[in-house]
């Protein structure tokens, strides 16, 4: 998170963060499961919430930005970080992180 939103969002060198990351022995999860949907619909779903936090208050470009990140980080660790498409339904949201979790067990 702090890459996508320090580095993808607010543009910080994106390797001096993992250099800090690595220096302060920060760990590193097995598996990630990034919620992708198109930042035009999550910020539809965030304002149906009501009350905005300060990332969530950010420009379109800013949250543009954060979702590219972490797609670029998704590619660079596909056996890490699993996609599960957040724009269909809740049941197939469902389905997508069970058979990842399965994937992650039968391993």
Do not use: C, W
Not at 9 to 38: C, H, V, W, Y
Not at 55 to 78: G, M, Q, T, V
Not at 83 to 92: A, F, G, K
Request: proline share 4%.
């Amino acid at each position: 998170s702090t890459i996508a939103y320090q580095g993808g969002g607010r543009g910080l060198q994106i390797e001096k963060i993992q250099s800090m990351a690595n220096i302060l022995g920060f760990p590193e999860p097995s598996i990630t499961l990034l919620f992708d949907l198109p930042v035009e619909m999550a910020l539809q779903r965030i304002n149906v919430r009501g009350l905005l936090d300060r990332f969530e208050s950010e420009s379109l470009d800013f949250h543009k930005r954060i979702r590219e990140e972490y797609l670029n980080l998704a590619s660079r660790y596909p056996n890490r970080i699993k996609i599960i498409d957040s724009s269909v339904t809740q049941e197939n949201v469902s389905k997508q992180i069970e058979q990842v979790i399965e994937e992650v067990i039968l391993k």
